[in-house]
């Protein structure tokens, strides 16, 4: 059992930049891939971007070029720099592993953290 625990998260001013931090215990966290999505009031839950147990990473297109995802396996952590943040990034943040690798369908994640909320004003 995988427990995930993220922060970070805060109010910010458009342009901003905010690192989110996702922590990990109980499970071989160099095994996991790891995700995070978010989710925005009234919205469905989407994937944001995602880091293999190698290394790889993946973005959505909403955020490629401006966000990125590093791991710390010594840490047991996994980060989101979020740079140049719009009012559209405004929704609350969640990590997520999987042993199965990543994959861009949020809820196809086995364990989840609580979610930390980002919002961005105009």
């Known amino acids: 059992q995988v427990q995930l625990v993220e922060s970070g998260g805060g109010l910010v001013q458009a342009g901003d930049s905010l690192r989110l931090s996702c922590a990990a215990s109980g499970g071989a966290f160099d095994t996991y891939a790891l995700a995070w999505s978010r989710q925005a009031p009234g919205k469905e839950r989407e994937f944001v971007a995602g880091?293999?147990?190698?290394?790889?990473?993946y973005y959505s297109d909403s955020v490629k070029g401006r966000f990125t995802v590093s791991r710390d396996n010594a840490k047991n952590t996994v980060f989101l720099q979020m740079n140049s943040l719009k009012p559209e990034d405004t929704a609350v943040y969640y990590c997520?592993?999987?042993?199965?690798?990543?994959?861009?369908?949020?809820?196809?994640?086995?364990?989840w953290g609580q979610g930390t909320q980002v919002t961005v004003s105009s």
């Open positions: 880091i293999s147990a190698n290394g790889l990473t």
């Open positions: 997520a592993a999987d042993a199965a690798g990543v994959r861009t369908k949020p809820y196809e994640y086995d364990y």
